[in-house]
Every structure is written in C-alpha cells, then in structure tokens.
T-cell receptor, first 112, second 110 residues
Framework: KAGVTQTPRYLIKTRGQQVTLSCSPI?????VSWYQQTPGQGLQFLFE???????NKGNFPGRFSGRQFSNSRSEMNVSTLELGDSALYLC???????????FGSGTRLTVV | DQQVKQNSPSLSVQEGRISILNCDYT??????FLWYKKYPAEGPTFLIS?????DKNEDGRFTVFLNKSAKHLSLHIVPSQPGDSAVYFC?????????FGGGTRLMVKP
C-alpha cells in the first residue's frame, strides 16, 4: 500500500513569506501529526489531527498552523517565515500508537 | 525539560555482535514506547514498539526491553549488520503525540 506522501520534497523561501506543506496519510489512517527536525532541537512535535480536529499542539508559535480535510489529508502552514524555520518537516500517520506512526520522507524547507 | 533522553550520541559495534541502544524517560504518563531508524533527509522508519504494561517485545533481530521502575528502555539488535548503521531514535507516546530522544548514531563495522 502507498506510504505517507509529503509534497513538496524541497522548498526555498524568503524571510517574511508564508509556506504551505501537504501530507497524504496512509489510506485508512485518520490521525496525522507533524514534526519539525532541526540539528539543534532534534525532532519536535508540532500538532496532531484526527477527523479534521486538532487534538494536540506542541510548543510552537502561532505562525505555525495546520488543518486536516475530510479525506484525512493534512496541510501545515507557516506564516512570516524566519531563518530559524529552516528544517525538515515530517508528517506521520497512524491507526493507533501501538502500531507505530508511519512517517513520510519530509519536506526540506530552507528560509533565506 | 527533556522528557526522553538518549545519553549516548554514538555507538560502534562489530558486525555479528549485539548492539544495545538505551533510552531514559521522566514522564510516567507515557503509554507506548517506540524505536525508529533514520537516514539523513528521510523520515524515520518504525522498528518496534512496546506498551507500558509490557516489559519485553521481540521482532526478529530487534528486542525492546522496558524497565518501568527505572524509567529506562533499551533496544537490542542481534546480530548487528552493516545495514543497521543509521541514527536510532527512541520515542514515547502520550496523548497521540510522540516525544523523541536526541538519537544515537549506530555504526556497525564489517
């Protein structure tokens, strides 16, 4: 079966711009979560959606937002980009925690 | 406040021997613990998980041990293979979110 698909794979944006990243979960997975990976902070939880509702949010500023559609696809948006937002953004989908979260390949965002 | 810690940033083992990766946590509310393998510029790959009510789970060459009283878990890989060389992340689950450790880079030498 198809895995978690993230688009685009790579993105370069300028400070102050906004960006939208997309994630298509594994078919049947209704939970979609987002993570940021940076060399300094490691892998950090951004937010998690289930049936179009945000159930959890990590410790990130309000510039980071997301949403989930009725087909479970999810998008995350970062507004007013800062240099420190440069990171690998990972999306994961899950049936339940015990079966593991399956991650996509990520979107590498570079802010210049 | 690091709730999940991997104190060894790197580990080197010989092919065929056992690799033991360790992880400590502080939050007693975690209900699942998971191990992931990761290559640069790729998403983590799920390896194995364990429920907080168990103390051992085995899947092929991978075994995870959980010591709740010590708030410690470990991943054993036997036998280690050169293809196992990667960064391994320990993660803990609570409330539908994962908290990751900082990772341990495993190098398996032929």
């Amino acid at each position: 079966k198809a895995g978690v698909t993230q688009t685009p794979r790579y993105l370069i944006k300028t400070r102050g711009q906004q960006v939208t990243l997309s994630c298509s979960p594994i078919s049947g997975h209704r939970s979609v979560s987002w993570y940021q990976q940076t060399p300094g902070q490691g892998l950090q939880f951004l937010f998690e959606y289930f049936s179009e509702t945000q159930r959890n949010k990590g410790n990130f500023p309000g510039r980071f937002s997301g949403r989930q559609f009725s087909n479970s696809r999810s998008e995350m948006n970062v507004s007013t980009l800062e240099l420190g937002d440069s990171a690998l953004y990972l999306c994961a989908s899950s049936l339940d925690p015990g079966s593991g979260y399956t991650f996509g390949s990520g979107t590498r965002l570079t802010v210049v | 406040d690091q709730q999940v810690k991997q104190n060894s940033p790197s580990l080197s083992v010989q092919e065929g021997r056992i690799s033991i990766l360790n992880c400590d946590y502080t939050n007693s509310m975690f209900d699942y613990f998971l191990w992931y393998k990761k290559y640069p510029a790729e998403g983590p790959t799920f390896l194995i998980s364990i429920s907080s009510i168990k103390d051992k789970n085995e899947d092929g060459r991978f075994t995870v041990f959980l010591n709740k009283s010590a708030k410690h878990l470990s991943l054993h890989i036997v036998p280690s293979q050169p293809g196992d060389s990667a960064v391994y992340f320990c993660a803990a689950s609570a409330g539908n979110m994962l908290t990751f450790g900082g990772g341990t880079r495993l190098m398996v030498k032929p």
